[in-house]
């Protein structure tokens, strides 16, 4: 009878992480999607996000900045991530605060929003 549990219990958690994964397979193919998206709107190459190190060079060229800000990325992790979508915020007509909220904390609804939503790309003033 213990046995007939312990199978039971055993194939409902083995269902429980195969749907855990297929959401975390959703979620990612949703965020490339979005970064594609938001790649062209910007008029870079939508496969440019699919490409690591390269994408990072072309968000930097979307933002405005230099490419020393790769040393922020590398050192400041999360520091970083909140000033690129302060940054990302501003070229799509939003406030910083949109940034952190949106992009940075509620990245997975609002990427997608910012990619598929009527939001125009502005380029920076002075391009790095």
């Given at each position: 009878m213990e046995d007939e549990m312990s199978g039971a219990a055993a194939s409902g958690i083995g269902i429980g992480m195969i749907i855990y994964y297929i959401v975390i397979l959703a979620v990612v193919v949703?965020?490339?999607v979005s970064y594609?998206?938001?790649?062209?709107?910007a008029g870079?190459?939508?496969?440019?996000?699919?490409i690591p190190i390269y994408n990072?060079?072309?968000m930097l060229e979307i933002i405005g900045k230099p490419l020393t800000w790769i040393l922020l990325a590398?050192?400041?992790?999360?520091?970083?991530?909140?000033l690129y979508a302060m940054e990302?915020?501003?070229?799509?007509?939003?406030?910083?605060?949109?940034g952190i909220i949106w992009?940075?904390?509620?990245?997975?609804?609002?990427?997608?929003?910012?990619?598929f939503g009527d939001d125009k790309y502005t380029a920076p003033a002075n391009p790095a």
């Open positions: 949703l965020m490339i594609w998206k938001i790649f062209e709107k870079k190459p939508g496969w440019a996000v699919l990072l060079i072309v590398i050192c400041l992790g999360p520091i970083f991530q909140i990302l915020a501003e070229r799509f007509g939003h406030d910083r605060t949109y992009l940075w904390l509620l990245g997975v609804y609002g990427i997608p929003k910012l990619a």
